[in-house]
């Protein structure tokens, strides 16, 4: 009688764990079966939230700070301090960066773990950038190349290819919606997303909003970058106060505007249990960005100053240093310009090396 109870309980105790492991799954499903998950040491892309759980028994690993603080003094490239002769010792230098006050990321972190290799421009013009320039087969190829040659320069951190697509476009006529800029349809959006996941890369959606504002256009693309792959870029060149107009006076981003952004990737990222999201805004002038000191520090979002400016290395590396380097926020990055770089003496475009010895290190670079 014994026996046949103990079955009896045997078999209603493997029923209770069929059912909580089916449950579970439904429950994995129903918050997103294909939610992709970043490992914070790879720049590989799992594409398959729920297979990287069950199906390869991959666990998500934790940030590993220790290797975080390392890449980030790597990524300030801070000169060594002399020590000194005498017995009095020489009081610590303060350098800006790693900036202050910067918050861990959540697990899942982008940077500093990988550089982002970005190609800019829009599928409709072939003079905003090297997207809507070449047929995609052969764009992708020139992408890789740049990654291998970074990878090269730098073979201690792996790149992550992006596809920076500028999804709202100024214009300098007030254009259908009287604000003076078009926003690209869904399939030209979505377009962008999908070359980014062929190559296992992210994606930006860049906005230039002309005469509208943040609020009113970064809502239309939050079924986008609620997206694990899908990140977000600021064009301050091109918001615009009231009574100037794109092309006649470069616009700029208060820290307040910058922080609006930032609470809503926060809020999608929360909302979607996703990992952190990065944030690109471009500057080439100090008007560009004000109140830098002001941005906020999330574990949801980095945030990339762009050195955006084009001309003669000279000229681009003295831009990094009078608008980057003195107003550390997070991260820097740098843009080279295939064209516009080469229409002044020496006629060449910087080198990975050259930036690599930059102070700081750029970590998102962009090719337009």
Do not use: C
């Not at 604000?179 to 992210?202: C, F, L, S, T, W």
């Not at 990094?320 to 064209?339: L, N, S």
Request: hydrophobic content about 40%; charged content about 20%.
């Amino acid at each position: 009688m014994k026996k046949k109870k103990s079955s009896y309980l045997l078999i209603i105790v493997l029923v209770l764990a069929l059912s909580v492991v089916v449950s579970g799954v439904f429950v994995i499903e129903k918050i997103g079966l294909f939610r992709a998950t970043y490992d914070s040491n790879s720049a590989n892309v799992e594409e398959g939230f729920l297979d990287s759980l069950i199906g390869s028994k991959k666990e998500i690993s934790e940030l590993d700070k220790e290797d975080y603080d390392r890449r980030m003094l790597l990524l300030a490239n801070n000169p060594t301090q002399t020590l000194a002769t005498s017995s009095t010792s020489t009081p610590p230098v303060k350098h800006l960066w790693p900036a202050d006050g910067v918050v861990y990321p959540n697990t899942g972190a982008i940077l500093p773990f990988n550089r982002i290799i970005a190609y800019y421009g829009n599928f409709y013009s072939k003079k905003m950038g090297v997207l809507g320039e070449y047929p995609e087969d052969e764009m992708l190829a020139k992408l890789k190349a740049e990654q291998d040659k970074w990878e090269l320069a730098d073979p201690n951190t792996p790149t992550i290819p992006a596809i920076h697509y500028i999804a709202i476009t100024a214009q300098g006529a007030p254009a259908p919606l009287g604000k003076y800029i078009i926003r690209m349809p869904e399939d030209q959006i979505q377009h962008a997303v999908d070359i980014a996941n062929k190559v296992n890369g992210i994606a930006f959606l860049d906005m230039q909003i002309g005469l509208s504002n943040l609020q009113t256009e970064l809502p239309l693309l939050e079924k986008y970058l609620a997206l694990p792959n899908v990140h977000l870029g600021l064009d301050p060149e091109f918001a615009m106060r009231p009574g100037d107009l794109p092309g006649k006076v470069i616009g700029t981003y208060d820290a307040v505007d910058i922080n609006y952004a930032i609470d809503t990737l926060t809020r999608l990222v929360k909302e979607n249990n996703l990992p952190p999201k990065v944030l690109v805004i471009h500057r080439f002038t100090t008007k560009m960005m004000t109140n830098y000191q002001d941005i906020k520090s999330v574990p949801e979002v980095q945030v990339v100053i762009h050195m955006d400016g084009w001309g003669a290395p000279a000229l681009k590396f003295g831009t990094y240093r009078t608008v980057i380097t003195p107003e550390p926020v997070e991260f820097a990055g740098f843009k080279i310009f295939y064209k516009n770089d080469l229409k002044q003496s020496p006629n060449r475009l910087v080198t990975p090396q050259e930036l690599l010895d930059l102070r700081p290190r750029p970590i998102y670079i962009q090719y337009q």
